[in-house]
């Protein structure tokens, strides 16, 4: 069985009109939300093997703070993350469909019609991912992602 852990960044600070919004850091709330992200992964044993992150400073931050319960994780900077539909995601995350447990830290709404997508295989069935949320799916190992290959197993959010 393969494990997608799809993690929303936490909350940031709002945007000042100087400061690009890829460029927003977390707030103080934003930090204690990953940090309590990353005790719930811990808790329920679910360490992933790699991650894929936006390359925006609050899902940087965000898995900075996973990290720091989880332990090192395998993490690279995918570029195409950031401001990414649903299309994009799935193909990103294909490319890993060997690896066990692979987690996606990014944006809305790329990742609720993502879990949509391949839980219930249509994207306007969404219930929505609050900032930190974690939607944890399961599928069959090495299976090509598509819609509703997956079962939603966890779905968590401070």
């Excluded at 945007?15 to 850091?25: C, K, M, V, W, Y």
């Excluded at 989880?70 to 995350?93: F, H, K, Q, V």
């Excluded at 709404?109 to 219930?127: C, F, K, N």
């Excluded at 944890?136 to 197993?153: D, K, S, Y």
């Amino acid at each position: 069985m393969r494990e997608l852990i799809l993690l929303r960044h936490a909350h940031a600070q709002p945007p000042d009109g100087n400061q690009a919004d890829i460029d927003r850091p977390l707030s103080q709330d934003g930090i204690a939300e990953a940090q309590a992200a990353g005790k719930w992964l811990v808790e329920n044993q679910l360490t992933p093997d790699i991650v894929l992150c936006s390359p925006s400073r609050r899902t940087r931050e965000t898995l900075e703070q996973v990290c720091a319960k989880t332990g090192y994780c395998e993490t690279r900077i995918e570029d195409s993350i950031y401001d990414a539909t649903p299309g994009t995601l799935i193909g990103l995350l294909d490319e890993y469909r060997d690896v066990g447990r692979v987690m996606l830290v990014g944006h809305n709404p790329g990742l609720e019609q993502v879990v949509a997508l391949i839980s219930s295989g249509q994207s306007g069935d969404y219930r929505g991912m609050p900032p930190t949320a974690i939607a944890v799916l399961h599928m069959e190992e090495g299976a090509e992602i598509e819609p509703g290959i997956a079962t939603l197993q966890h779905f968590w959010w401070p």
